[in-house]
T-cell receptor, first 117, second 113 residues
Framework: AQKVTQAQTEISVVEKEDVTLDCVYE???????LFWYKQPPSGELVFLIR??????QNEISGRYSWNFQKSTSSFNFTITASQVVDSAVYFC??????????????FGSGTRLQVQP | NAGVTQTPKFRVLKTGQSMTLLCAQD?????MYWYRQDPGMGLRLIHY???????AKGEVPDGYNVSRLKKQNFLLGLESAAPSQTSVYFC????????????FGPGTRLTVL
């Protein structure tokens, strides 16, 4: 069975600090996708990034960056120079393998990030 | 292009009442999913559909039924609501053969008294 662990339940930082959200996953599949979603206080789920299991290149998008390390089964998310608008719950998710048919997502329990002004 | 929409946004039920949550997508996606979100537990899969006319159980299907009569709609039914079904319900859809990105609706907050 798949599993996604987000050990940090809640993180509080002051604006402009850098913050890293950890995600560790377990899967027996050789091909899979990893995701990060953001859930702001308004409640919707916003897709941030998708990473293929064969692509271990780090990715940067503005103040956001992601570090995927297959050797440690981790897919960490860093926000540089955090802003109050970054305050949200962040979910890491793992897709099921190709042979499952349904390709559902397994979610971590989420990390609540509070950025204080 | 509205993406994924959910109706209603909020609902309060009494124990034993029934209701149907509607999910609609206009992206011509084959796959649709219903998840529930409970505090501290992330999202869990209730039911899913891989195409029009097909449905299947997810991880927490008890107390729910679903139907997919039209490709764009996926209905989640509660026949006899229980307080344990108090949750936020999210619908998602994705394209077959794609890179697995699921697009989520805005959620339905359901309270069962």
């Amino acid at each position: 069975a798949q599993k996604v662990t987000q050990a940090q339940t809640e993180i509080s930082v002051v604006e402009k600090e850098d913050v890293t959200l950890d995600c560790v996953y377990e899967t027996r599949d050789t091909t899979y996708y990893l995701f990060w979603y953001k859930q702001p206080p308004s409640g919707e789920l916003v897709f941030l990034i998708r990473r293929n299991s064969f692509d271990e290149q780090n990715e940067i998008s503005g103040r956001y960056s992601w570090n995927f390390q297959k050797s440690t089964s981790s897919f960490n998310f860093t926000i540089t120079a955090s802003q109050v608008v970054d305050s949200a719950v962040y979910f890491c998710a793992l897709s099921e393998g190709i042979d499952t048919g349904r390709r559902a997502l397994t979610f971590g329990s989420g990390t609540r990030l509070q950025v204080q002004p | 292009n509205a993406g994924v929409t959910q109706t209603p946004k909020f609902r309060v039920l009494k124990t034993g009442q029934s209701m149907t949550l509607l999910c609609a997508q206009d992206m011509n996606h084959e796959y649709m999913y219903w998840y529930r979100q409970d505090p501290g537990m992330g999202l869990r899969l209730i039911h899913y559909s891989v195409g029009e006319g097909t449905t299947a159980k997810g991880e927490v299907p008890d107390g729910y039924n679903v139907s997919r009569l039209k490709k764009q709609n996926f209905l989640l039914g509660l026949e006899s609501a229980a307080p344990s079904q108090t949750s936020v319900y999210f619908c998602a859809s994705r394209l077959s053969g794609s890179t697995d990105t699921q697009y989520f609706g805005p959620g339905t907050r359901l309270t069962v008294l």
